[in-house]
Antibody
Framework: AVQLVESGGGLVQPGKSLKLSCSAS????????MHWIRQAPGKGLDWVAY???????VYADAVKERFTISRDNAKNTLYLQLNSLKSEDTAIYYC????????WGQGVMVTVSS | DVVLTQTPVSLLISLGGQASISCRSS???????????LHWYLQKPGQSPQLLIY???NRFSGIPDRFSGSGSGTDFTLKISRVEPEDLGVYYC?????????FGSGTKLEIK
């Protein structure tokens, strides 16, 4: 079965960095594009970034130049490097598979606060 | 950016009843390749979102035929017939035709 498991979240001060991971199993990871999506507490869903199977990347304007999506196909793992964090980046971060966002992880909480 | 307007904001439906959710886009969601990338998701309380319908009207694996999607261009609808207790949660539409990809603001379905 397809499984996506996020990790790496936590409490971080404004201006600091954090790296999230999404470990994939149950499918050929290298063949699929992957997304990061976030959800602020009590709010709706916001798309953050996408990486294609060939490692082309696209970002939401709100995170461009601060966040970097990457992948390691040998480790079946998707990453999101979060730099220059702001309080408004506080959210649950989900990874999701392919163009239909057909499978989602359980999410990982990132809290940006001093 | 494409704005997806979902209505209503909330729905109170009796068990066995029918629910209808609208998702209107600020621009056409027909991609240059002819496909329309409008998908529907349900986020049950305390859970991650799950895919219900992809590309307007295609049910995802394991989704019962009580769920149906329709529409074209800028106007899309999700219908849920014979509502069951496990259908409660927040429903979102998503467009992946135009970058940046955007979600609707959600419709909360409550069961009477």
């Amino acid at each position: 079965a397809v499984q996506l498991v996020e990790s790496g979240g936590g409490l971080v001060q404004p201006g600091k960095s954090l790296k999230l991971s999404c470990s994939a199993s149950g499918f050929t990871f290298s063949s699929y594009g992957m997304h990061w999506i976030r959800q602020a507490p009590g709010k709706g869903l916001d798309w953050v970034a996408y990486i294609s199977s060939s490692s082309g990347t696209v970002y939401a304007d709100a995170v461009k130049e601060r966040f970097t999506i990457s992948r390691d196909n040998a480790k079946n793992t998707l990453y999101l490097q979060l730099n220059s964090l702001k309080s408004e980046d506080t959210a649950i971060y989900y990874c999701a598979r392919t163009s239909s966002f057909d499978y989602w992880g359980q999410g990982v909480m990132v809290t940006v606060s001093s | 950016d494409v704005v997806l307007t979902q209505t209503p904001v909330s729905l109170l439906i009796s068990l066995g009843g029918q629910a209808s959710i609208s998702c209107r886009s600020s621009q056409s969601l027909v991609h240059s390749n002819g496909n329309t990338y409008l998908h529907w998701y349900l986020q049950k309380p305390g859970q991650s979102p799950q895919l219900l319908i992809y590309q307007v009207s295609n049910r995802f694996s394991g989704i019962p035929d009580r769920f149906s999607g329709s529409g074209s261009g800028t106007d899309f609808t999700l219908k849920i017939s014979r509502v069951e207790p496990e259908d409660l949660g927040v429903y979102y539409c998503l467009q992946r035709t135009h970058n940046p990809f955007t979600f609707g603001s959600g419709t909360k379905l409550e069961i009477k």
